[in-house]
């Protein structure tokens, strides 16, 4: 079963607008990460957010984590062509691996 | 310098053959992973290692036998090929076991015809 779980699914914005997705995850957690993955290509790490944490920035994302619902979201910020991308979650609480769901495919409309 | 390096990036065999798939990592990491990622885009892990031990075995068909020679090495490979098993596969690797940023390869688009 998937520890991390993305929605939506798919996401199409214009260029500028913001974006905003979602992560559920079953378990306590030590850390969640958000990863992007370019199609064709592996995965990216984008941010990692500890348990600890309630908001954490990089550079245009922010990321939040709400541990009593076991969410966390993703906001990248005036969003660009090149963002178009699948975005992943993993909640880090598994030994040996990183566990994601079916992942939010974003589309940015230049 | 690619950090994790896989090849092939593509391979198109018939069913029942055997085949390979190599990977490398330059990062220094003690743990190394295998994911296969269907068509519906799912992310399932296959094997992990952690300093050469395997760690992680979900439920992956016997056919499927990774090799970790050294730490930055771990090879996959496949016996008597079938269709279901056509898919991207993904190295990985991660300075410990999970809960920490991994890197991932490029993949290797696998085609079973």
């Known amino acids: 079963s998937q520890q991390g779980e993305e929605d939506p699914q798919a996401l199409s914005i214009q260029e500028g607008e913001n974006a905003t997705m979602n992560c559920s995850y079953k378990t306590s957690i030590n850390n969640l990460q958000w990863y992007r993955q370019n199609s064709g290509r592996g995965l990216v790490h984008l941010i990692l957010?500890?348990?600890?944490?309630r908001e954490k920035h990089s550079g245009r994302l922010r990321v939040t984590l709400d541990t009593s619902k076991k969410s966390s979201s993703l906001l990248i910020t005036a969003s660009r062509a090149a963002d178009t991308a699948s975005y992943f979650c993993d909640g880090g609480t598994s030994y040996g691996k990183l566990t994601f769901g079916q992942g939010t495919i974003l589309t940015v409309h230049p | 310098d690619t950090a994790v390096s896989q090849t092939p990036k593509y391979l198109v065999t018939q069913m029942g053959n055997d085949k390979s798939i190599k990977c490398e990592q330059n990062l220094g990491h003690d743990t190394m992973y295998w994911y296969k990622q269907d068509s519906k885009k799912f992310l399932k892990i296959m094997f992990s290692?952690?300093?050469?031990?395997?760690?992680i075995n979900e439920t992956v068909p016997n056919r499927f036998s990774p090799k970790s020679p050294d730490k930055a090495h771990l090879n996959l490979h496949i016996n008597s090929l079938e269709l279901g098993d056509s898919a991207v596969y993904f190295c990985?690797?991660?300075?410990?076991?999970?809960?920490?940023?991994?890197?991932f390869g490029q993949g290797t688009r696998l085609t079973v015809v």
């Open positions: 990985a690797s991660s300075q410990g076991a999970g809960g920490t940023e991994a890197f």
């Open positions: 290692y952690n300093n050469k031990e395997l760690i």
């Open positions: 957010i500890r348990s600890n944490e």
